[in-house]
């Protein structure tokens, strides 16, 4: 079932009216979820309380990047606006999520450190800070060179659902050897693989042409797959307010997750509905 239908509006304080417009419904056998075009606060506001057992945020830094010609402004706020915009985000995250659900928020340090804060006195437990390698990145400031990007994990609880992976041990791509020496462990390494450590290295935005969905920069599946695994299950429900070119989306729905995600961007939308519709048998 294809919809536009407008399903509720809220004003802003310049008198701006935000719309949530339905994308994409889906209720099959192999798809369960909804596609919102709108306003990631107002999104989050439609949903019930207590229900997400993974949101994943990825907003806008707010650098200045151009996302969209339709919404020139919206990475590039003052900066006590933005924090205050952040802040909204992150309640309304932590209202949605279940008890023992996980939270995972993609952001700069800067705000990392920030968000945290403020989501344990929002009542929710910190679990782990992730550090996802940022290749070619450019220095700013008189501060060191930026190498990765945060990737936080909080919970409201106990994690309900929590699976450490584990990969097969990097290989030399000429010797076929391991990169690394394990010691005595080695007999352990290659039959057991290594333990998913909190340093990603092996990962980076998408960034050629010729595999992304748009214009912008992407986070790459493997970062989606490695926490659908850590906190998904199947029927759980993944919460996506800024879902992007709906890579995240995409391998929830694949790992036969539930999902409710927005994206501003109609563009954004329209992609995600045919990367899901692709999946449909």
Known sequence: MTSDKTYRKSPTPDGTVHRLRRVRLYRSR?????????????????????????VFLDPPFNLG?????????????????????LLGILNESARVLAPGGALYLYHLPKWAMRAGTHLEAAGLRFHQWIAVMMKNGF??????????YALLLFTKGAPARFERPRFPAAKCRHCGKNTKDYGGYRHIIDR???????????????????????????????????????????????????????????????????????????ANCEVIRSRLDDLLP
């Open 192 to 266: 057991q693989g290594v333990n998913l450590s909190d340093f990603w290295d092996d990962l980076s935005p998408v960034r050629h042409a010729n595999r992304k969905h748009r214009r912008a920069n992407e986070l790459p599946k493997a970062l989606f797959d490695r926490i659908i695994r850590i906190s998904g299950a199947p029927d759980a429900l993944y919460v996506d307010p800024f879902a992007g070119s709906g890579t995240g989306v995409v391998c929830a729905a694949a790992a036969k997750l539930r999902f409710a995600a927005c994206d501003i961007v109609l």
């Open 65 to 85: 990047k151009r996302y969209s010609e339709s919404h020139p402004s919206m990475d590039c706020k003052p900066e006590e606006e933005y924090a205050a915009w």
């Open 139 to 148: 220095v700013r400031g008189q501060r060191l060179y930026p190498a990765h």
């Open 30 to 54: 192999t798809l369960n979820g909804r596609l919102v075009n709108g306003d990631a606060l107002l999104f989050l506001r439609s949903l019930e309380g207590n229900a997400a057992d993974i």
